[in-house]
């Protein structure tokens, strides 16, 4: 399989394999006994591996994408990405609060403040990439619908009268130019999240 998408995919893991590597070999967390209490750093939802090593959770990420179904399957491969995605910007965002680790071993915060720590910063630099995820995600089927309303459209005009087709062939260019706009609008959110993974890439 090869396609923009899964070659963009592919290049951020394996980045990401080396960045996670290089994190667990400084043992930034095995440092920080709060952390060495939990039973892995990432929710089930995100995550099915139970580690405290970030490699293992690349492991999971690159089986995903070993598993990803063909691009004609398209809702099934779009949510993969989407998951795929999400997973790679997770393991990104931990080796991006690297210095908030480093700070966070050399000070004596209680175990709360730790999780709180922890949390803040994790969710913080996933929040935006979830956002537009969800964005894309409600443009997608709102393009779906659309696509499903001209469909019968077409079917109805078959047995419609002469009055009753005009009137449904204006219902026709409606719904394409709402459908037009909707596609701009997964354009600029898949722009967006493009720019959004360049930063996290530096």
Same mark, same amino acid.
């Given at each position: 399989?090869?396609?923009?998408?899964?070659?963009?995919?592919?290049?951020?893991?394996?980045?990401?394999?080396?960045?996670?590597?290089?994190?667990?070999?400084?043992?930034?967390?095995?440092?920080?006994?709060?952390?060495?209490?939990?039973?892995?750093?990432?929710?089930?939802?995100?995550?099915?591996?139970?580690?405290?090593?970030?490699?293992?959770?690349?492991?999971?990420?690159?089986?995903?994408?070993?598993?990803?179904?063909?691009?004609?399957?398209?809702?099934?491969?779009?949510?993969?990405?989407?998951?795929?995605?999400?997973?790679?910007?997770?393991?990104?965002?931990?080796?991006?609060?690297?210095?908030?680790?480093?700070?966070?071993?050399?000070?004596?915060?209680?175990?709360?403040?730790?999780?709180?720590?922890?949390?803040?910063?994790?969710?913080?630099?996933?929040?935006?990439?979830?956002?537009?995820?969800?964005?894309? *995600?409600? &443009?997608? /089927?709102?393009?779906?619908?659309?696509?499903?309303?001209?469909?019968? #459209? !077409?079917?109805?005009?078959? +047995?419609?009268?002469?009055?009753?087709?005009? *009137?449904? &062939?204006? /219902?026709?260019?409606?719904?394409?130019?709402?459908?037009?706009?909707? #596609? !701009?609008?997964?354009?600029? +959110?898949?722009?967006?999240?493009?720019?959004?993974?360049?930063?996290?890439?530096?």
């Amino acid at each position: 399989m090869s396609t923009p998408a899964y070659n963009k995919l592919q290049q951020q893991i394996d980045i990401l394999k080396q960045q996670a590597l290089k994190f667990d070999g400084a043992k930034l967390l095995s440092k920080n006994r709060y952390m060495q209490a939990q039973p892995s750093l990432f929710d089930r939802c995100v995550f099915s591996t139970k580690s405290m090593n970030l490699a293992d959770y690349v492991i999971e990420i690159e089986e995903e994408l070993a598993r990803l179904p063909d691009s004609s399957h398209r809702h099934a491969y779009a949510y993969a990405l989407e998951r795929i995605s999400n997973q790679v910007h997770a393991v990104f965002n931990v080796i991006k609060s690297t210095p908030i680790w480093e700070k966070e071993n050399k000070s004596q915060y209680k175990p709360r403040a730790k999780q709180k720590v922890f949390k803040q910063v994790v969710n913080k630099a996933m929040q935006s990439s979830h956002e537009l995820y969800d964005e894309l *995600k409600q &443009n997608h /089927e709102f393009e779906r619908r659309l696509i499903l309303m001209i469909e019968e #459209r !077409k079917l109805q005009i078959k +047995t419609a009268s002469s009055v009753q087709a005009q *009137k449904i &062939n204006q /219902e026709i260019l409606t719904t394409h130019a709402r459908l037009g706009r909707c #596609r !701009k609008a997964i354009s600029a +959110t898949e722009d967006k999240i493009q720019q959004l993974e360049k930063q996290q890439l530096r």
